[in-house]
């Protein structure tokens, strides 16, 4: 933290609500359109639970129903990761990216998480 800077307990995307990982890791409007980008790659409809541990839990449970088990269960962490680092580029640096770079961010996390779990199978993104 910067000298002279007030501490600050806002979110760092939406400016708007208080900073608790509930909010940042799901609630967040921001955070809300990364994981809808993985709701419609995968042509689904959720509901946000209120405590990250329950949509873990959730989101969990949904991917052991899947056909592609691996692939959703990295999800979150992907999210998550790529919110982590842009809010701590916003507080510590004062550095920012466009939404569109955000998600693109979270889609390579996505591709490379998955591809290191499965290299050879890498071309069965496409059928998320
Ligand atoms: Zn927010």
Redesign the pocket.
């Known amino acids: 933290m910067k000298r002279g800077r007030q501490l600050c307990s806002r ?7 208080i ?1 608790t990982t509930n ?2 890791f799901i ?5 809300e359109k990364l994981w809808q980008v993985f709701f419609n790659l995968r042509g689904i409809s959720w509901s946000m639970p209120r405590h990250t541990s329950e949509a873990l839990t959730r989101w969990n449970r949904e991917g052991n129903l899947s056909d592609h088990k691996e692939r959703w269960k990295i999800v979150p962490v992907c999210i998550w990761w790529t919110i982590r680092r842009e809010r701590n580029q916003r507080c510590f640096e004062n550095k920012s990216i466009p939404f569109q770079s955000l998600k693109l961010n979270c889609l390579i996390t996505f591709f490379f998480g998955v591809t290191m779990y499965s290299p050879k199978r890498w071309r069965i993104l496409l059928s998320f």
């Open positions: 979110c760092f995307f939406c400016e708007r609500e900073e909010h940042l609630h967040c409007r921001v955070t």
